[in-house]
């Protein structure tokens, strides 16, 4: 049984509030957790994705995909859930999405790994953000208030908990990291690089200045910096989103692979953790794209 099929009203203020704190216990409680990063082991596979933006057919494609039913080696990796462009009298209700990725994680805690993101780390601490199509805040709140009334807020407290305990990253013994993004070279200044092996702190999330703000926001990476931080962090392949990707995988250099898991071109890639982690053109050669895993997108 997956999160998927779990019932729950997601008009009932309690009742999701109950589900994203159920959430929380699971990321926090993973046997694979430690600080902000999970390890998996070196056996088994691991199902990577990129930013989902609230793509409730595709988020479904996945957790198909993964198979988390057939043993607790299989794994998925999900991050960038909420802040879509389809709108409902104005008002995102992308919680629906996050909802269904915390009972997820509640219902196979050591197999369902929720990674923090941008959009994620933005709502929850209330940074700007928007995806070209206005205030991406403005619209989660007016979707919450819509659906939630006067108990928005509960919801919205919540959705806070469930997003502190999203880890920074996952790691494997073969050389795997994927992370929503890695700092801009020129943030390196400052950046804690011990911050992947110990719990976030809320300086760690503070605009610009915190070492999770500049891990989940970074882009324009380079060669020199993917060098520093694989010998620092022990990485073959590092797999990230928050870059918009036309095929839906790319690899721009021979140790960074790009996701995008949301759009009609979206794909996702299987890697297995018992063996060394291809260079990333090997993963874009193995990838997959959702649209091939079911019928037309709604």
């Not at 704190?21 to 199902?47: F, I, T, Y």
């Not at 006067?150 to 997003?163: I, S, Y």
């Not at 994927?178 to 400052?190: I, Q, T, Y």
Request: charged share 20%; proline share 5%.
């Amino acid at each position: 049984m997956s999160g998927f099929d779990v019932a729950i009203n997601v008009t009932d203020p309690q009742e999701v509030a109950d589900a994203l704190d159920a959430g929380a216990a699971a990321l926090l409680g993973n046997p694979a957790r430690r600080g902000s990063s999970v390890h998996l082991p070196d056996r088994g596979s691991v199902l990577l994705t990129g930013d989902l933006h609230d793509n409730p057919v595709h988020l479904r494609r996945v957790v198909d995909a993964a198979r988390l039913g057939e043993g607790g080696d299989r794994h998925v990796v999900l991050h960038e859930l909420i802040h879509g462009d389809r709108l409902t009298n104005g008002c995102d209700l992308s919680y629906r999405v996050l909802v269904r990725a915390a009972l997820l994680a509640a219902r196979h805690p050591a197999q369902v790994h929720v990674v923090l993101a941008n959009h994620e780390l933005a709502q929850a601490f209330r940074h700007p953000v928007s995806k070209g199509a206005g205030d991406n805040l403005e619209q989660f709140d007016a979707g919450l208030e819509w659906a939630f009334g006067d108990d928005a807020g509960l919801v919205d407290e919540a959705v806070g908990r469930f997003v502190r305990a999203m880890p920074l990253a996952v790691r494997a013994p073969n050389g795997l990291f994927l992370a929503h993004s890695l700092p801009a070279p020129h943030h390196l200044d400052g950046f804690d690089l011990g911050v992947i092996d110990r719990p976030l702190e809320d300086a760690d999330y503070a605009l610009r200045t915190g070492s999770a703000w500049r891990m989940v926001w970074g882009r324009g990476w380079d060669a020199d910096e993917l060098r520093t931080l694989a010998a620092a962090w022990g990485v073959r392949t590092f797999v990230l989103g928050h870059a918009y990707v036309e095929a839906g995988a790319e690899a721009p250099f021979a140790d960074l692979l790009l996701l995008n898991s949301d759009h009609a071109g979206g794909r996702i890639v299987e890697v297995d953790l018992a063996e060394p982690c291809p260079p990333a053109p090997h993963l874009v050669a193995r990838s997959v794209a959702l649209s091939a895993l079911g019928g037309l997108d709604d």
